[in-house]
């Protein structure tokens, strides 16, 4: 990584970075052509196709353990539809912190400029994918599925003292993973038509997110001071710490009629989940390693979260 600029603009170990301005233009480009009013494109009253499955059976978080062998196939179901209201509970959590953070960070930008207008739009679509979300939780019959009081209020504390180049690294943390499952997941012909609608939309609006939080990270890691760099790889690391234990809530496993502990332990011993999680992980975290963010201890912070082979 380096700080070194080509006619005034940046450039990284990834190359020059791209005008500010016109990838926000871009992006509100896209943003005009491909967003989605969930209300109105999803058929929220359609009941549910008996036998089918509310998330992928190979994502849900047993999937392959001894437990998961032993449970009957009503069982599996159940588990997978409260995984994703488990999901889809973490995932407006997430963005209602997300939606701080894009507050925060364009504050002291240049009103009129695209990458506040940008960054407005995001926020836009961030608020309608929290109420599809919600929305979900209750079509699905079941309770929402919160964080940990203790993650809950922790967050509370990261996101306040978080810097830019901090906010940005959560960002992209919080989306990618569920991202990677979501392509899988919507395309699935197994899944429930309103699960894949839901994940079908994320998907296409997330992309744009990902794009503007990559190229403002990337901005921010050359750009910002030593301390803050290093500030930003030890909390990233640990925000992937909490988001790996966040995943899913353990109470869905009391709520299908299981041990927790047994499911809990079980599931941090599977083969096959960690290779899931670290899957998912693997496109973030090769690009946070091109632009230096996981080196020393938010390295290592990073492999015990598990999502870091």
């Known amino acids: 990584m380096t700080t070194a600029t080509d006619a005034g603009r940046l450039r990284d170990a990834l190359g020059l970075l791209k005008d500010r301005e016109q990838v926000a233009e871009r992006l509100l480009e896209s943003s005009a052509k491909h967003s989605f009013d969930p209300d109105r494109e999803l058929d929220w009253d359609a009941p549910f196709e008996e036998g089918m499955w509310f998330w992928p059976p190979e994502l849900v978080s047993l999937y392959g353990t001894p437990l998961w062998k032993r449970m009957s196939e009503e069982q599996r179901m159940d588990l997978a539809r409260r995984e994703a209201a488990s999901l889809a509970s973490l995932g407006v959590w997430f963005e209602i912190i997300l939606i701080q953070l894009l507050v925060r960070h364009i ?26 979300f919600t929305r979900f939780i209750s079509r699905a019959g079941v309770r929402p599925y919160p964080v940990s009081r203790f993650h809950h209020n922790l967050a509370r504390f990261l996101k306040t003292v978080s810097t830019t180049p901090g ?141 870091l082979a």
């Open 167 to 307: 906010s940005f690294t959560a960002t992209l943390l919080g989306e990618e993973v569920l991202d990677w499952m979501q392509r899988l997941t919507f395309p699935d012909e197994r899944v429930q038509p309103l699960v894949r609608g839901i994940t079908r939309i994320h998907v296409v609006e997330e992309a744009r997110h990902v794009r503007y939080a990559r190229e403002e990270l990337r901005r921010q890691m050359v750009s910002c001071p030593r301390w803050e760099a290093e500030l930003t790889r030890i909390s990233s690391g640990q925000a992937a710490r909490v988001m790996s234990i966040s995943f899913v809530n353990p109470q869905v496993y009391t709520d299908v009629g299981l041990d927790r502990r047994e499911a809990v332990a079980q599931v941090r011993a599977s083969g096959h989940r960690r290779e899931v999680m670290q899957t998912g992980a693997r496109r973030l975290t090769e690009f946070l390693d091109e632009i230096g963010v996981l080196r020393g201890a938010g390295r290592r912070l990073w492999r015990s979260s598990g999502l």
């Open 107 to 132: 504050y002291d930008k240049p009103m009129d400029s695209s990458h506040v207008r940008y960054a407005l739009t995001e926020i836009e679509d961030e608020c309608r994918h929290s109420k599809m």
